[in-house]
């Protein structure tokens, strides 16, 4: 079956300006990852949702970062007034039930803020 | 909370040869331990995890990976490497409770030569 995907695949930006970036998780997985890679680091974790809610968002780093996931399958992360620190790789992984079930990782989406 | 240390950034090999590539963390409660595979232009997936029991555990492809409790570690090893095997590796802990939430470490670059 069809795996994780993430549009846009690229994304180059302004200093300034709104971004949003889409995950498409398996279908049928209930939890959804988002992570963000910075160039020679691992992935940081920025915010777990469960269904339709964020059951962990502790990783977002300020209130310039939201995410949703409204009907409990595609989600979109929102960043605002994007900074050129926000250049990175954002990642999205998603699992059946969360917890220690296996995450399953999206291709990423490679920000670059100018 | 937790930290993962990867004490080497590149691990150059020649084919056939053996290799370990080190993993290291620190944590306050217990722990399930993952590693995973980034081969060039694709996304994370999982090589190996372990959760409980045997403290040895195996891929399907030849890797293997040892839980030492008392030193922490989770070394990844291979006794006889392929081309194939150059990719990014990246070792994981979470806790074993609560979120599940994962911490990365900033990862290994295997390059096997031939």
């Known amino acids: 079956g069809a795996g994780v995907s993430q549009t846009p695949s690229n994304k180059v930006t302004e200093k300034g300006k709104y971004v949003e970036l889409r995950c498409d998780p398996i279908?049928?997985?209930?939890?959804l990852y988002w992570y963000r890679q910075s160039l020679g680091q691992g992935p940081e974790f920025l915010i777990y949702?469960?269904?339709?809610?964020?059951?962990?968002d502790s990783g977002l780093p300020n209130d310039r970062f939201f995410a949703v996931r409204p009907e409990g399958s595609v989600s979109t992360l929102k960043i605002q007034r994007t900074e050129r620190g926000d250049s990175a790789v954002y990642l999205c992984?998603?699992?059946?039930?969360?917890?220690?079930?296996?995450?399953?990782f999206g291709p990423g989406t490679r920000l670059l803020v100018l | 909370a937790q930290s993962v240390t990867q004490l080497d950034s590149q691990v150059p090999v020649f084919e056939e040869a053996p290799v370990e590539l080190r993993c290291n963390y620190s944590?306050?409660?217990?722990?399930?331990l993952f590693w995973y595979v980034q081969y060039p232009n694709q996304g994370l997936q999982l090589l190996l995890k372990?959760?409980?029991?045997?403290?040895l555990v195996e891929s399907i492809n030849g890797f293997e990976a040892e839980f030492n409790k008392s030193q922490t570690s989770f070394h990844l090893r291979k006794p006889s490497v392929h081309i194939s095997d150059t990719a990014e590796y990246f070792c994981?802990?979470?806790?074993?409770?609560?979120?599940?939430?994962?911490?990365f470490g900033r990862g290994t670059s295997l390059i096997v030569h031939p």
């Open positions: 944590s306050s409660v217990s722990v399930y």
């Open positions: 949702f469960q269904g339709t809610g964020a059951a962990d």
């Open positions: 994981a802990v979470t806790p074993s409770g609560g979120s599940y939430i994962p911490t």
């Open positions: 279908s049928g997985h209930t939890a």
């Open positions: 372990y959760l409980s029991g045997s403290t």
């Open positions: 992984a998603s699992s059946l039930y969360g917890g220690k079930e296996t995450q399953y």
